[in-house]
Structures are given as C-alpha cells and as structure tokens.
C-alpha cells in the first residue's frame, strides 16, 4: 500500500508462523519476511530488528534501512500521512512518535487501595504507533537492554533516550490510531472498513453515446457524496485501467449497458475480481443498470431474463459478491 517502504517485518508468535505465511501467499503481498516473536513485545521488536543485521537470525540478511519503523496490528487504520511525518522528523531527530491527548485522567493507588495522586491530564499524552527511528539508534538501543527492559518495558522512545541519548520529536497523531483491544472494538473496527469501502465506486458503460451521456450523468450526481471512477469501456476487453482500479481495492461497481443484462460481460467482471489479490472479506457489490428503449408504453421483462439474473446473483453471492438488477427504459 505505501510503495516507499523497502521491506515489510511481520513479528508473530510461534504457533502462527505458517499460519501468517500463507495469509501472505494467499494474498500476493510482497516485501514481507515472517519473523518468530519473543515472549514480550521489546523481545519481538528486537527479532524483527535482528533480520537486518545478524546472520545467524535469518537465512538472508535485508538490507539495512536508514530508517525503520515499528507499528502494531492493533493499529490497524494508521494513514500513510502519519507514517511519512514519523519517518521524517526520525530523519531529522533520530527517532519519533505518534501522540494523542489524553482522553481520561491517569491516577495513582496506594497500597491500600486508596487515592494517592493525579496527574495533571493537559501536561501529558498519550504514546501512539507508529514510531520510527534511524536503524542504527533503535538497534544499539536494544542491544544495551537489560533482561529487566526486555521483559517488563513496553516504550521504544524511552529506549532510544535511555541508552542513546536521542529525544524523540512527537508527532500528533489522527482520532483512527486507537487500539481494536476488546471484543467491542472488533465491531467498530468492522464498521470503519465499512463506511471506508462504501466511499468508493467504479461506473462501468460502453462507449455508445446513450451510455455515455449516462454515465456521466450518474458520477456527476455522486461526487458530492462519495469518490468515483468512472471508466468508457467495454468489460469484454482486458482494459489496465480496470485492472487497476480493481487491484486498488474497489468494491462497489456499477455497470451501464444496453444489452439484456450482459450477464456474460458481467462474468467477466467477476472472474477479474476472484483472479486479483482484493481480499473478499466484505461483499462486492455489482449494480447491473440496463438501458431500454421500449416498443411500446407498457412495461415488461420476460420470466426467461428474470430466471437468468437470479440464477447469476445466486452463484455469486457464494463468492461474496452481490449483483443487483437496475432496468432504466427511457425514450
């Protein structure tokens, strides 16, 4: 997704390695090495930096980076905006950090259970992912760690003050870098993915006339709400536009044509769909809009057409794509 980052580290624990790795084969994705995790989060952190710089750890040495960056899975809608601000002010200051305010007031027990102290919530923020630092500075940060760092730290910014004497720059981050940490943040997290690929559709019409006055019609009339592609080509022909649009995970097409339901141009469509990487973990939605001009003032659809669009939305909605059925009759 960010073309920038060389090579892409995936910590994960033992028992999900092969797991992890045929998620990536699965998937297509590139630039990943699988790495086995430590018992705590600095152990795994120090693993995945070890790639890149011990022999005995990988079968082939990365070449090293000037800059890493650590994220965490929990994070999973951090923008590539926060990403590039982190990296640069890491170039600039040697190592950097995402922060938010804080959104309630930390407080102290005391042994017996009782208040012992507040702190005072505008002085302070809140450590956010994704951090980045030069390679050399994170690196010979963890190599001085005590057992006692590893084990029971949980701050790589206070690593890289602690032993290299490098003052993180803090970064503001964005409201979508909170934490999926209870079963209740899974359905948000659903609900973002969402609302996030809803915002995106991708008209499809023949270059016929008729179909382009409509096709551009219909954007139009969109573009106040949500982003659209609108492309003039036939499904028929192995268009790289398409191709691209596909591959940038677009799940909502809309297809303008003037033969009866085109369900064979439509199949087409569906075939590119299962042959790219989009993962099909949420439905793809496939409006069929069917141009006619009627013979006469009546309205009609043969059983026979009805019979066959049914039939198709049956069998790919086992896919997870929808297909629904739009016929416009117009003079």
């Known amino acids: 997704r960010i073309s920038w980052i060389s090579d892409i580290i995936v910590v994960v624990s033992p028992e999900n390695v092969e797991k992890m790795k045929t998620i990536i084969e699965k998937y297509g994705h590139k630039r990943v090495t699988v790495v086995e995790g430590g018992t705590t989060r600095h152990r795994s952190i120090f693993n995945g930096l070890k790639v890149f710089a011990e022999n005995e750890f990988s079968s082939h040495l990365l070449q090293k980076p000037e ?27 040697g190592a950097a950090g995402a922060i938010r305010p804080l959104v309630s007031t930390v407080i102290a027990s005391a ?8 702190l005072e919530r505008a002085r302070y923020r809140a450590s ?12 010979e940060a963890y190599q001085q760690c005590t057992d006692y760092d590893l084990d029971y730290g949980t701050e790589c910014l206070h690593l890289a003050l602690k032993y290299c004497k490098t003052n993180a720059k803090l970064v503001e981050g964005t409201a979508d870098l909170w934490k999926v940490t209870y079963k209740r943040d899974l359905y948000a997290a659903e609900s973002i993915i969402k609302d996030n690929l809803s ?3 991708c008209l499809i019409t023949n270059v016929k006339e008729t179909l382009a006055q409509v096709g551009f019609l219909l954007p139009e009339s969109l573009k106040s709400q949500i982003k659209v592609e609108a492309i003039s080509i036939s499904l028929s022909t192995n268009d790289s536009c398409l191709q691209n649009i596909i591959s940038g995970q677009c799940y909502n097409f809309v297809c ?25 973990l949420y439905p793809v939605v496939l409006i069929l809009v069917h141009l006619d001009i009627p013979e006469n003032n009546s309205f009609s659809i043969g059983m026979e057409d009805l019979t066959t669009i049914k039939k198709f939305a049956r069998e790919t909605k086992k896919k997870n794509i929808l297909v629904y059925g739009l016929l416009m009759q117009y003079k």
């Open 111 to 118: 042994a017996d259970g009782c208040l012992d102290h507040s």
């Open 67 to 93: 800059v890493v960056i650590i994220h965490d899975a929990v994070r999973p809608f951090v923008e590539e905006d926060i990403v590039s601000k982190v990296v640069m002010a890491a170039k600039e200051h």
């Open 256 to 280: 303008v044509n003037d033969k009866r339901w085109a369900i064979q141009e439509t199949q087409e469509l569906v075939d590119m769909l299962e042959k790219s990487n989009i993962p099909l």
């Open 128 to 139: 956010e992912m994704p951090q980045a630092f030069l390679f050399d500075i994170i690196y």
């Open 199 to 201: 915002q995106q559709v």
